[in-house]
């Protein structure tokens, strides 16, 4: 089976601050850092430190250099990665000191993507092959439904939720990695076994994985539902922590390893990219998630 995340890539302009900026308030940051980001991107960086192969499809502008150097750096195959004339997208990330986040997105290059590039890089993919998706790129209805049409199998993180996810036929996406807001928009329910129940019904295709902060998150497929706590350690920041549990979940799903191993190593892996700053810089690596693992034994 081979992984194709189609996704976005971002410079992530990170201030960190006391707190996020109120309405009408102007403050002065303490730092700036400015690091590769991007739901794509950070869940390829993710699937590569887990462990396994993934080839990365998208789009930056001529400045985009940084993030496809991380590709390579990681071992993430970059060769549809594509250089347009569009600025390649950003996120303006305030980071307070409880470690709370808020991001604004600008789409930049992640929206060029056309119907042609699309078709061009699925046509190296066929069936069983994973095609993973978010929701920071142009046309995700489209690859739902060609990926389909070839019978790959689709995991959405419908991250950010936005109308363009309405568009897309969700009948045809096997795994869903969400929070309980994206189940909320999906399902209109707001309890969490409300929401898994929906998702029985509407998508009995479906293998669910709903995260619920600091209940930490429930994995439901058509023959167990499966339950995870999380680690508790001093937050740092907390971007990129949901990319890195969806890259270490699907790698243990890759590896079929049992579901509550996967989402042991899914969480101590994102407990420890809240620990640390950054976004793909905050992913952390197989050996230091095994290491960590013992010690929480
Ligand atoms: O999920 C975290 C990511 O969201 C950041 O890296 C930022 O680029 C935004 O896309």
């Given at each position: 089976m081979k992984v194709l995340n189609f996704g976005s890539l971002n410079y992530d302009y990170t201030y960190s601050l006391d707190h996020i900026v109120a309405p009408g308030e102007t403050i002065t940051s303490t730092k700036l850092e400015v690091f590769p980001g991007g739901k794509g991107l950070n869940q390829s960086i993710s699937l590569a430190r887990a462990g396994a192969q993934v080839c990365h499809a998208g789009m930056v502008g001529p400045d985009g250099g940084m993030l496809i150097d991380t590709c390579e750096q990681n071992g993430v195959d970059h060769q549809f990665v594509k250089t347009v004339e569009e600025r390649t997208g950003n996120a303006i990330i305030q980071v307070s000191a409880k470690g709370q986040n808020s991001i604004v997105l600008f789409a930049g290059a992640n929206r060029q993507n056309d119907r042609a590039f699309v078709d061009e890089v699925l046509s190296h993919f066929g069936e069983g092959d994973l095609l993973l998706l978010q929701n920071?790129?142009?046309?995700v209805d489209y690859l739902i439904d060609r990926g389909f049409e070839k019978g790959m199998v689709i995991a959405l993180n419908p991250s950010p939720f936005d109308d363009e996810m309405r568009k897309c036929d969700l009948s045809k996406v096997t795994i869903f990695l969400m929070n309980e807001v994206e189940g909320e928009q999906i399902t209109g329910e707001k309890e969490p076994e409300k929401i898994l129940t929906a998702f029985r019904k509407q998508y009995p295709q479906s293998r669910v994985v709903l995260t619920l902060g600091k209940a930490g998150v429930v994995y439901q497929d058509a023959q167990q539902t499966c339950r995870h706590g999380i680690y508790k350690v001093p937050v740092v920041d907390t971007t990129a922590a949901g990319d890195t549990f969806t890259g270490y979940f699907l790698a243990g799903v890759l590896s079929d390893l049992p579901m509550d191993e996967t989402l042991r190593l899914a969480s101590v892996a994102s407990s420890i990219a809240v620990s640390k700053k950054g976004a793909t810089s905050s992913i952390p690596y197989r050996a230091d998630v095994l290491a960590a693992k013992l010690e929480h034994e």
């Open positions: 920071e790129i142009n046309l």
